[in-house]
């Protein structure tokens, strides 16, 4: 994946992520639109650089936690891509010292540590 997505991919991501984030938590297009947005940006950053993310896991208890996806190649052995069908977005654990994973539909926030 390059280190930012095409328009025509971001379109097509969100269109097929917002569908499911509106069933799945019962909110509105606009509302939903923004968690994908907010999912696209949070990936593009992470791949260069850090991020701190803020997302309730699936038992409903929150997390804000620091992340990025370098490295990400080296430790699968192939390139970070996401793809419409994606339910969730692993990420490196600067805490945890391990891989993670939040839902898409569950990330609340995300801002760049520089």
Excluded at 7 to 15: D, E, G, L, P, Q
Excluded at 29 to 58: D, S
Excluded at 77 to 93: G, N, P
Aim: net charge positive; with cysteine; hydrophobic share 40%.
């Amino acid at each position: 994946m390059n280190k930012k997505l095409d328009k025509s991919t971001i379109s097509f991501f969100k269109s097929v992520w917002k569908r499911r984030i509106m069933a799945e938590k019962g909110i509105s297009e606009k509302e939903a639109e923004k968690i994908v947005k907010k999912n696209i940006e949070a990936a593009e950053r992470m791949l260069y650089g850090h991020a701190m993310i803020a997302f309730n896991k699936q038992d409903g208890t929150f997390c804000m936690e620091q992340g990025t996806l370098i490295g990400y190649e080296k430790f699968f052995h192939r390139k970070f891509i996401l793809t419409a069908k994606q339910e969730s977005i692993i990420y490196w654990s600067e805490e945890q010292q391990a891989w993670r994973r939040f839902m898409i539909g569950n990330l609340l926030d995300w801002k760049p540590i520089v």
